[in-house]
């Protein structure tokens, strides 16, 4: 464990004020969730965003930094001659270099598991989407459709059942396990493919190319590394059926975007809802926007007012354990 106990407990030991800075609160949020009980740890600046160029400055007085998606690499880090702890409104720590913060004595934590209902359950808003289409339905009737119909119901919607459909599931976690356990209860045939060896009633775990022959949906539930970069690509997808669902809402950059939009642009894939994109906030030439078939939301499946409240009980709860010499959700130990 990284020696820095000492310092912040003579720290408050000596009734000194603990700077904390937060680079980018808006994206916690817009006023709907309270964020004082952090100021009960030292004098707290909030930035609502926080661009690249402008970190170093921001945090170089800082003892302890809070972050969602602003980067903190080794400048960053040499130019905050005081930081000790950089915490994570987050599960992913891909933004911050942990080693580098390990050799500067720096402790990181994350906020683990805060979301994991609220992401399964859009994930499967955006399956449901797929199938039921009662965004199209809805429209249908909001246009005067049905009141124009000849009989009580219509078919332009193309809808399927999920009994009985198979859905591979790649990253088995606590978000992934979650999925499983609703396809299971609709019916599904489930495969999961993981690094760890695992076991779950109802879920067949296969390799990773057999997930892909044999899924009607697949659906992302991995980390961005350097093995899952890109995992969605033009051979990937030419291993699975003709006619599969993607759907991802882990990290776009599991996605090769234009593979996927060509894809489906081919009817190789029937449809995909996602999440998450490889450049966010959108950029203006993603090759996914405005495809009929491709369900885009804005990066919302983790973000429901009581999971972002959870979030920052965690966050808090993340620094109390800190300042007490007993850190919690270490991610780099």
Known sequence: MINTI???????????????VCTDVMTVTNG????????KHGDVTYYDLTPPNLTAERIKDADMVLVNKTPIGRAEMDAASSLKYIGLFATGYNIIDTEYAREKGIVVCNAGQYSTNAVA???????????????????FVENGGWKKSRIFSSFMGGTEELYGKTLG????GSIGSAVAKIALAFGMRVLASTRTPKSCRGVEFVGIDTLFSESDIISLHCPLTKDTEKLINRDSLSKCRDGVYIINTSRGGTVDEAALADAVLRGKVAGAGLDVLDREPMASDCPLFGLRKVVITPHVAWAPLSTRQRLMEIVESNIRAF????????VNP
């Not at 709907?32 to 100021?39: G, Q």
């Not at 599931?169 to 088995?172: A, E, L, R, V």
Request: charged share 30%.
């Open 169 to 172: 599931i790649i990253g088995f």
């Open 323 to 330: 300042l007490d010499g007993r850190p919690v959700n270490v």
């Open 121 to 139: 359950q859009h994930t499967f808003a955006l399956i449901l989407e797929l199938f039921s289409k009662v965004g199209e339905y809805s429209a």
């Open 32 to 39: 709907d969730v309270d964020v004082s009980a952090l100021e």
């Open 6 to 20: 000492n310092t912040i407990k003579d720290k408050t030991e000596n009734e000194k004020k603990y700077k904390i």
